[in-house]
């Protein structure tokens, strides 16, 4: 089966007349239709430029980018702004960490949805309005009728969320990328939200990548999951095994770091250190300073990626490759 998306040796700079910083540096993946890639790290590491990547968002005058990336086969750095515009909300939509950075404060629910599906899909405003409602409906907003007609403002945090998931899926795309869309909320609206996100998946077939720092989201709703430091992947593997036996420091680190059931009265493991300055990368393993593990080795060059087998990776020396 053909990939839904194809990243090729992804990088990512931001280029002023003060510095060079080098968000994303050298990212290979592919992602399936139907399948959920849950990115991790810290904050700063280059998941949310990587993901606004895949949309060009990204300012277009300090950004500098190179690689491959093709989305249901069309070469997404080379397209145009027309073909960028059809791009973005028909095949590939976003679903942002703040919903009302993606809402219009001064349009109503309904008539932001219907704009979507008349820009994409040249149907009717009626049409188009019926849909809004059903979206809403299917993102189990109550009253959902009478939220048609409410503005932003107007609504809870947890209800705008799931208007911001309404609109994505608007126009039924193929990709959905969700940039730590649960972080605002609490728990138990939390929880729904990701449910409601996985539910919604598997009715219509989507791909998704989803960005979060929370290994609990994560192991909830990906398939895969891929370890993000200093703008490069430095592991990935199916979701229960990447969980149960992490191969680089870094990842055993941040499970190391997590709270989970049964640990009252133990003592958290902590990550010494802070992550690099992407304006000055050190020159080895990006995480060499941090670890505890590290060798000579480690500090003068990057590590390749090993697999130890075939549906796992990792950026570490220390790691062996399969036979």
């Known amino acids: 089966m053909e990939p839904l998306v194809q990243v090729r040796d992804l990088k990512v700079s931001f280029v002023s007349k003060d510095a060079t910083v080098n968000a994303v540096n050298g990212i290979d993946f592919d992602l399936a239709p139907r399948e959920t890639l849950c990115v991790l790290g810290e904050s700063g590491s280059g998941k949310s430029v990587m993901l606004r990547s895949l949309m060009r968002l990204n300012p277009p005058r300090k950004t500098v980018m190179s690689g491959t990336m093709r989305i249901d086969g069309q070469d997404v750095i080379a397209a145009s702004e027309r073909q960028l515009a059809d791009l973005r909300g028909g095949v590939v939509s976003m679903i942002f960490q703040e919903p009302m950075t993606a809402l219009d404060p001064v349009f109503k629910i309904g008539t932001q949805i219907a704009e979507t599906i008349v820009r994409h899909e040249g149907t009717s405003r009626a049409e188009a309005e019926r849909r809004a409602l059903e979206l809403l409906e299917l993102v189990q907003i109550p009253s959902a009728r ?4 409410a503005y932003p403002f107007e609504l809870s945090g947890g209800l705008r969320q799931r208007a911001v998931i309404a609109m994505a899926l608007s126009c039924r795309p193929k990709l959905l990328l969700a940039d730590e ?3 605002a909320l609490d728990a138990t609206v939390q929880i729904q939200i990701l449910l409601l996100l996985r539910r ?3 009715e219509l077939g989507m791909g998704v990548i989803f960005v979060t720092h929370d290994l609990g989201v994560a192991g909830e709703i990906a398939d895969r999951i891929a370890v993000m430091y200093a703008g490069r992947f430095i592991e990935e593997g199916p979701t229960g095994a990447l969980m149960r036996g992490p191969l680089h420091p870094y990842t055993q680190g941040l499970l190391g770091a997590t709270v989970h059931p049964g640990m009252r009265g133990e003592r958290l493991v902590t990550i010494p250190g802070a992550p690099p300055d992407l304006e000055r ?3 080895g393993c990006a995480f060499a300073p941090r670890c505890s593990q590290a060798e000579p080795a480690c500090l003068t060059e990057v590590p390749a990626v090993r697999r130890p087998c075939s549906d796992r990776a990792a ?7 399969a036979v």
Request: glycine share 0%; charged share 25%; proline share 10%.
């Open 146 to 149: 009478q939220r048609l007609d």
């Open 181 to 183: 869309p649960t972080t």
């Open 200 to 202: 919604l998946q598997q």
């Open 281 to 283: 990368l050190p020159q």
């Open 315 to 321: 950026r570490c020396v220390r790691v062996a490759d």
